[in-house]
C-alpha cells in the first residue's frame, strides 16, 4: 500500500498509547504496537525500514496465523528494560517512517 499505511498505521498506535486513559505496562504497550503494525509489509515502506520493522516483529512474535489474523507474542515475558528498549526501537522506526512518508508527500506537492 506505501508509506502513507505505514504512517496512518504507527500514528494510530501511538494516537491510542498516548491517549487511553488505560494505564499500559510496558509489555502491554508493546503487544499494542504489534497488533496494530502486524498487517505492515514490504511495499509498505523503503526496503531499509523493512528490514529493521521484520526484525523487530520478528524477534517479537512467535507464532502469527494469519487465518485468525492473531499471533502468540513475546512481550508479556520480557522485563520493563527489555520491553521499553524494544519500545524506543520501535519509536525510532516510526520517526524514520514519518520523514519518509513527509519527503514522498512534500516532493509531491
Not at 509489555?27 to 520493522?53: N, R, S
Not at 517479537?60 to 512481550?75: C, H, K, N, V
Amino acid at each position: 500500500m506505501g508509506i502513507d499505511f505505514a504512517d496512518k498505521k504507527f500514528s494510530a498506535v501511538a494516537e491510542k498509547l498516548f491517549t487511553s486513559p488505560y494505564p499500559y505496562s510496558l509489555q502491554e504497550k508493546l503487544t499494542e504496537v504489534l497488533i496494530g503494525t502486524h498487517m505492515l509489509g514490504p511495499d509498505d515502506m523503503p526496503p531499509h525500514l523493512w528490514k529493521v520493522f521484520n526484525k523487530l516483529k520478528q524477534n517479537l512474535s512467535i507464532e502469527e496465523d494469519a487465518a485468525r489474523g492473531s499471533f502468540d507474542a513475546i512481550p508479556q515475558s520480557l522485563t520493563d528494560r527489555e520491553a521499553a528498549d524494544y519500545i524506543r526501537q520501535f519509536a525510532d522506526l516510526y520517526g524514520k517512517i514519518e520523514n519518509e512518508y513527509r519527503m514522498q508527500y512534500s516532493s509531491k506537492r
